[in-house]
């Protein structure tokens, strides 16, 4: 890996067979990432915050805006969005 942060970010235990697996297929397909520890037994609470049940593996894509995240998934799934109706249900709406 170089000095450079990448747009992929793994955190967790560099050591859990989880966090390996991710790194293994970013690894296979050519995509570079970072592995930022986080000790689950007593994580900071940004991690509690984005991990409620502080499970690990968590990869997130720093290229992405939190609020692009429904776009972009919409782009891959075939131009839907997630848009909340008045019932408070998600429903798909085309763009």
Known sequence: ????TNDLVIYGSPVSPF???V???????GVGFDVEPVNVFDPPQWFKDISPMKRI?????????AEGVDGTIADLVGNLRLHRGQASRACALPR
């Open 19 to 21: 966090v390996r697996k």
């Open 23 to 29: 790194a293994a297929v970013c690894l296979e397909k």
């Open 57 to 65: 593996p968590v990869l997130r894509d720093r290229s992405i805006a």
């Open 1 to 4: 890996m170089s000095d450079a």
